[in-house]
């Protein structure tokens, strides 16, 4: 199964309250249409074209993340923005900030991992 059917419905989850209808309606797509984009049933699923992306785009998903698994779930537009403040009563990070916050993650790894070499 591909993983952007399973990203789309925790983007659903967490912003539409689980509501494929309120989400398609948000979007401007027909139910029928969102169903087949989150379902669990490999016979029906169906990816969205680049038209119906931009839509997902202009309501704050990160399309980059649908389908790569990569980077924050909002997109780096006013209504991502807008979408994460509204969920989380913050603003949303920078891309520095992410870029740091990772760099740090990735040095505290290592640095436990050198620690462990070095005890050993």
């Not at 990816?47 to 924050?72: D, I, R, S, Y």
């Not at 969920?87 to 916050?101: H, I, N, R």
């Amino acid at each position: 199964m591909n993983d952007s059917f399973s990203r789309l419905r925790e983007f659903i989850r967490v912003c539409f309250k689980d509501s494929i209808p309120e989400f398609a309606k948000t979007v401007g797509i027909k139910y029928q249409q969102a169903e087949r984009y989150c379902t669990d049933n490999p016979d029906r699923q169906t990816m969205p074209g680049g038209e119906v992306l931009m839509k997902f785009a202009q309501v704050g998903l990160n399309v980059h993340w649908l389908l790569t698994g990569e980077g924050a779930m909002f997109a780096a537009n006013e209504a991502g923005t807008r979408l994460y403040r509204t969920l989380t009563g913050k603003d949303m990070p920078s891309t520095v900030d992410v870029l740091e916050a990772d760099v740090r993650e990735n040095i505290k790894k290592k640095l436990t991992e050198l620690q462990s070499l070095l005890s050993d």
